[in-house]
Each structure stands twice: as structure tokens, then as C-alpha cells.
């Protein structure tokens, strides 16, 4: 079984702007190889990313996690 001290969850700030890197390249795929589910699913993933980040920086609760940033 291998230990997990060393490993670190990555901050707020860093998994939304995972989501919304991910939005993005899901967009630009969906427009270069014209698959509609693509280009839907990288929309939805960065106005959520967007909007975590922008709840999180006014110092509004999100959930159960007090800021996402």
C-alpha cells in the first residue's frame, strides 16, 4: 500500500482553473472536429469555472467550502 504523505491536494485556485483550461481545450476541439457534445460540455465546464471563481474571490460560501480561490 503506498502512503500519501508526500502527496498535496492542489489549492482552490488551481482546480478551477483546471475547469476552465479544460472548458477551453473541450471548445476548441469541439470546434475543429465539429462534435457538438464537445463544444457543449467545454461551455458548461467554463461558465462553472467561472463562476466558482468569481463566488469564491467575493468571499461567498460555495457549498461546503468557504472560497474556491
Do not use: F, K, N
Not at 498535496?8 to 483546471?18: A, G, I, K
Not at 466558482?52 to 460555495?62: H, K, Y
Amino acid at each position: 500500500m503506498v502512503g500519501t504523505e508526500g502527496l498535496q491536494r492542489p489549492s482552490s485556485l488551481e482546480e478551477v482553473v483546471l475547469v476552465i483550461i479544460l472548458g477551453v481545450v473541450l471548445l476548441i476541439l469541439g470546434a475543429i472536429l465539429d462534435i457538438p457534445i464537445l463544444w457543449t460540455i467545454g461551455i458548461i465546464l467554463v461558465v462553472v469555472g467561472a463562476l466558482l471563481w468569481i463566488l469564491g474571490s467575493t468571499g461567498r460560501a460555495v457549498g461546503p467550502r468557504s472560497h474556491y480561490w
